[in-house]
């Protein structure tokens, strides 16, 4: 019988295995290998494949998290990603004291409603949730005011799209009467005169 001594196919196969794993680890570190095993799984945000590869890594400045740039080697986009040590969770300090983790799906959602039949791309949106996300990573160690990420949403949209960013603000702004809304536009409507004149 081939396999009659057992001991010896099982050191036949751990010393493969070592070596295979080995082997990965050695192409993976030279960029030849890429496997979402050694980068951690991690599916595109625009085809949901996942098989990606790691570009740049870098680790923000609190060492907590890690920001790598990803392309996919489906659809060939590139997209951002920020790895979080579970343990240090940023935390969204909201109206009246209450505290919830910080979820990225929530910025990304308040833009889709405000983008929603816009000229605007799914990448343009993942852009600005990286964006504000890698930015508050990085300024922020263990809370942030809720009404700070509120201003950066429009911000960003305010550059965007005018349409999203009236969209978004007449709900996160919470107007109550049209004056408010006025007063809330007016700086962008200069801008737009200025631009036409
Ligand atoms: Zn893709």
């Not at 050694?38 to 990606?52: L, S």
């Not at 929603?116 to 990448?123: F, M, T």
């Not at 964006?131 to 263990?142: C, D, H, N, P, T």
């Not at 942030?144 to 005018?162: A, F, N, P, T, W």
């Amino acid at each position: 019988m081939v396999y009659s001594n057992l001991s010896s196919v099982i050191r036949w196969a751990s010393i493969y295995w070592i070596w295979t794993i080995a082997l990965r680890r050695t192409l993976f570190r030279c960029g030849l290998y890429i496997n979402s095993y050694w980068t951690g799984e991690m599916k595109c945000p625009f085809c949901r494949v996942d098989n990606d590869r790691v570009i740049d890594s870098r680790s923000s400045q609190d060492g907590f998290s890690i920001r790598r740039r990803r392309e996919c080697l489906a659809c060939e986009r590139r997209y951002t990603t920020y790895e979080h040590l579970e343990a240090a969770p940023l935390k969204v300090v909201k109206k009246g004291g209450i505290r919830e983790p910080f979820q990225r799906d929530k910025i990304r959602r308040g833009l889709e409603q405000a983008c929603w039949k816009r000229p605007i791309s799914d990448h343009q949106i993942e852009a600005v949730v990286s964006a504000i996300e890698g930015e508050l990573f990085e300024m922020f160690e263990s809370e942030v005011d809720s009404r700070y990420i509120g201003e950066r949403v429009m911000e960003q949209l305010g550059k965007l799209d005018q349409v999203a960013y009236v969209r978004f603000a007449s709900v996160y702004r919470e107007f109550t009467d049209v004056r408010d809304f006025v007063d809330e536009l007016r700086p962008m409507l200069d801008t737009e005169k200025r631009k036409s004149r």
